[in-house]
């Protein structure tokens, strides 16, 4: 056991002393991270911006039923009023010509009056009747104007009953808050094992492993290096010389590779958690699990380059093939929901998508640890 526990320290001494470790176990997936991030939207969103359709507005009328109107169309969540007090019909048409504005609303003068006399009055609306948005900018008007106008009619029925202690203000604005609370009502609930995560979360909850898995593979080229070096130099030949058994050999250099893919694991984990704000640690055993799986088929993976290779040139070529291979097949780069079943299929005899279902069950699924059962009996099977 001595044995093993030397020759693994052996081998994470020479590959503390080559900086291209480093670079490929911490440096480049957290640079890749931030890249793929970017692509995929992850750093790109921001939750103050206003998704709202712009929609210019223009009252030609003073009166409090405009203003009525106005306050319901700046509450909505569908359109977003651009007021101007500067800008004409003229201006407001040319900008929804050119594209700035989605559609524009002219209120006319007298339109409070004539809604008071219940009678017909028209809001002039400037907007491409082709384009999609056209639709649901028409939806809200009207819906807008019908509040007013239906709120209008009651108050003044209302009045003509001389009905006491109500008078046609108090009717109205009864009526038209009555709208904020429908009888009728659609909720919208989730399990609350489920955390809800914005896009940029999500984004980062597949960026994030799928680089760590995908730059662990490419770790074991200096890994791999080192058993090539240790035969073409006859340190092996010599080392078996000794009453050092084969076995130990093999052992003592898989474990020298898994600690040094664990430890690797264990920093990106930190990094992702505190940083990337990746939530790996809402489960800390799961995560834990799934990382060490990974790191045993990963090692053994190391284990096996350096022994068919022959040479350095072989050892590169043995590392870098399986890193596009099982991370392009595995979901590291485009997540695998996103393509056939297939695909899906396919992409489950590399080990990446294995590893890639264990963290996102945790990080972007918000599952349980059951979860990653399957996924780490998966990785530990490789």
């Known amino acids: 056991m001595i044995r093993i526990f030397d020759i693994a320290l052996k081998d994470l001494l020479q590959l503390s002393r080559d900086f291209k470790t480093f670079m490929f176990l911490l440096i480049m997936p957290i640079l890749f991270t931030f890249l793929f991030g970017f692509a995929f939207g992850g750093f790109g969103g921001n939750d103050d911006s206003d998704s709202r359709l712009p929609v210019g507005y223009l009252s030609q009328d003073d009166h409090w039923i405009t203003t009525e109107l106005h306050d319901l169309l700046a509450e909505s969540d569908v359109i977003r009023l651009e007021e101007n007090p500067f800008l004409t019909s003229f201006d407001l048409e040319e900008l929804v010509a050119n594209g700035d504005l989605a559609a524009a609303i002219i209120v006319p003068e007298g339109y409070g009056r004539a809604v008071l006399k219940n009678k017909t009055v028209r809001l ?67 399990s609350l094992a489920i955390k809800q995560t914005s896009d940029e979360g999500n984004a980062l909850a597949h960026t994030s492993p799928g680089m760590m898995l995908q730059f662990a593979i490419a770790g074991l080229l200096t890994a791999a290096q080192v058993i090539v070096t240790e035969r073409t130099s006859r340190t092996l030949q010599r080392l078996l010389t000794t009453a050092t058994r084969r076995i130990h050999v093999l052992l003592g250099h898989f474990l020298a590779i898994f600690l040094l893919i664990f430890t690797q694991f264990t920093i990106l984990i930190i990094f992702g958690q505190y940083v990337l704000k990746v939530d790996y640690l809402r489960l800390p055993g799961a995560t834990m699990l799934v990382a060490f799986s990974a790191a045993l088929c990963i090692s053994a993976l190391g284990l096996l380059i350096g022994i068919l290779a022959k040479t350095e040139e072989q050892a590169i070529t043995f590392s870098l093939i399986p890193m596009f291979v099982f991370a392009g097949l595995g979901g590291a780069w485009v997540p695998l929901e996103f393509t056939g079943k297939t695909f899906q299929a396919i992409g489950h005899l590399s080990p990446v998508a294995w590893g890639m279902d264990g963290f996102e069950n945790i990080c972007a699924r918000g599952l349980g640890f059951e979860s990653v059962l399957i996924p780490s009996a998966a990785l530990a099977g490789y």
């Open 124 to 190: 002039a609306v400037i907007a491409d009747a082709g384009t999609q948005s056209w639709t649901t900018i028409e939806a809200e008007v009207l819906t807008a104007a019908s509040r007013i106008d239906g709120a209008a009619r009651t108050a003044t029925i209302m009045e003509q009953m001389e009905l006491e202690g109500v008078p046609f203000d108090y009717a109205f604005e009864q009526t038209l808050s009555a709208w904020d609370e429908p009888p009728i009502s659609i909720n919208e609930t989730s």
